[in-house]
Structures are given as C-alpha cells and as structure tokens.
C-alpha cells in the first residue's frame, strides 16, 4: 500500500515511526546536553547514595580520628593519609560523612516530595475533575498555603511535629502540595474540554471513569516534570531544616544541613568543613533542575525544537 503523503513532505512510514510520545521525549532528552548532565550528577548521586555502605571507609557513627583532635586546629585536606578529606570536631572521617549524608539526603528528598506528589495529586485530582464548589474549597486551602513562604510554612511544621527526620519530611511535603495541587488541576482543566473527553461523556462513562482512565493520565506529565525539579528544593529544605536544628538526631549522625550547623564554630581553623558539604548539596540541586528543566522543554510542545 502506498504512504500518504504528509504536510511537511514525509510519508505515513515516518509519521508512525516518530508517533510515540515519549519515544519523541526519550529523543529529544539524548540530544539536550543538559539533560545528560543532569542525568551523571543524579546518577552519581543515587550510586553513592545506595552504595554508601559499602563506599564509606568508616561506619557513620564512628569516630576514628578522635586521637587527632586538637582543641585549635582540624587536621585538614590531605594532612593524614587515612582521612583524605581531613576529620571534623567529632573525630568523624569527612569522606565518610558525606558518603553518608548522600544516603541521608537521598532518603529525605524522595520521601517528602513523594508525601506531597501524593497529597498534592489527590487535591489536584478532585479540584479538576468535579469543579464548581468542590474545586472552589479546595483552592482555597491552597491558596492559604500559598500565602505563607514555603521554608516558614515547612519549618513552622516540623517545629510543631519535632525534631525528627521523619517531622522533617512531613513538613517539606506539606509544603509542596500546593504546587502539585495547583499543577494537576490546571492541567485537567485544560483537558476536560478535549474531544476524547466529550466524547467519553457521550457514551456515558461517569465522572470518576472519565478522570481515572482519560483526564488524570494525559495530565500527569507536568506534573512528573515538577517532581523532578521539586527534588532539587526538598534536598535543599531538607539540608536548611538541619542547619535550623530541626532535623534531630545526634551530632555524629551524618547529613549535609548538619554537617553544616557544626561547622560554623570551625570557620576559622577548618573552613573546608563547611564548604565541602555545601558544595555537595550546589551539585546535586543542580543536576536535579538541569534534568527537569530539559524533561519539561522535551514536553513541552511549545518549546521543542524541530
């Protein structure tokens, strides 16, 4: 059978061939640099993260560098062989800790933003598709979440929950669902008004057949692409919420934002304790935006390049 021509001087073989939504993302993604870059620095980041028991040198509890401790000087980079990254005030390896606080970091950022993906789609879900009153309330809610910043509303949480890291990843997942909520909704929105819509409601499927089967798949894109930069922020207010003293635990236990709260009476003798930690949480926010914004631009029809 003989191809059909198309408006831009292909045939039908190659209409088929590149039909595929996210075959066209996933090809799209392979040609934007960023997005490989984002990929390598998340990549890394979750291989170390999963591996950290066997990549760390020492236990994270352990303090074998406690018979180095001076009362005004840290060893530092590369001054014993053992510990290349030098020791904190504790006795704690550094290279060790952060290996660890990868794990801790890891740990906090996907459940948090997984609490308010999950809150967030469910709110977003009924606003879209029931309308009227229904979406009404409910965007009230959000809009009063909205009006409150977002690390004052996630530190006003886990101060009222404790100082737990568990406190913590409710407070930051709290504080996302409004931009979830928000997301989903306009999506459906702009989706219920589609002729696969109009015509399902012609065939009498209901209001929650029609959303679980047609509106709340096509969706859900924008709103997988928010996850992934909303990850880059949880990883940030996780280590913020730390530094604030709001993520418990003992002092030993490794994770950035703590990491960073005993540095700062070590300024003068060991700045590196401060910065190394910092560095770590720059690179992993940034590989997380540069994977998302590249996952929204390959989604995005209105910002893909032909």
């Not at 291989?47 to 001076?70: C, D, Q, W």
């Not at 015509?199 to 959303?211: E, P, S, V």
């Not at 922020?233 to 950035?256: C, H, K, M, N, Y």
Request: charged share 15%; glycine share 12%.
């Amino acid at each position: 059978m003989p191809t059909l021509p198309t408006p831009e001087g292909g045939d039908q073989t190659h209409v088929r061939r590149s039909g595929s939504f996210w075959g066209d993302v996933l090809r799209r993604l392979r040609k934007n640099p960023a997005a490989w870059i984002g990929a390598v620095v998340v990549g890394l980041f979750i291989l170390i993260s999963v591996l950290a028991p066997l990549l760390a040198p020492y236990p994270e509890l352990a303090t074998p560098g406690r018979e180095h401790l001076r009362p005004s000087a840290l060893p530092g980079i590369g001054e014993i062989p053992e510990f290349p990254l030098g020791i904190d005030r504790f006795g704690g390896d550094v290279l060790s800790k952060l290996i660890w606080g990868a794990q801790a970091s890891l740990l906090i950022g996907v459940v948090s933003t997984f609490f308010g993906l999950l809150g967030g789609m469910v709110l977003g879900a009924l606003a879209g598709a029931f309308g009227g009153w229904v979406d009404t309330v409910i965007m009230r809610v959000v809009d009063i979440l909205l009006s409150v910043p977002h690390l004052l509303l996630a530190v006003s949480i886990a101060a009222i929950l404790g100082r737990t890291p568990f406190a913590v990843m409710i407070a930051i997942g709290v504080a996302q669902v409004p931009i979830f909520a928000r997301l989903l909704r306009s999506s459906m929105l702009q989706q219920r008004e589609s002729d696969y819509v109009l015509a399902a409601r012609t065939l009498g499927l209901g209001t929650g057949r029609i959303t679980m089967s047609h509106l709340l798949p096509n969706s859900v894109g924008p709103v997988i692409v928010q996850a992934t930069l909303t990850l880059a922020t949880a990883v940030i207010d996780a280590a913020a919420l730390s530094f604030l003293g709001l993520g418990g635990g003992r002092p030993e236990v490794a994770e950035w934002g703590r990491m960073l709260t005993y540095a700062q009476a070590e300024l003068a003798i060991a700045p590196h304790l401060a910065f190394l930690p910092g560095i770590c949480i720059m690179i992993t926010a940034l590989g997380f935006t540069l994977l998302g914004e590249a996952l929204r631009e390959a989604m995005d029809p209105r910002t893909r390049k032909r």
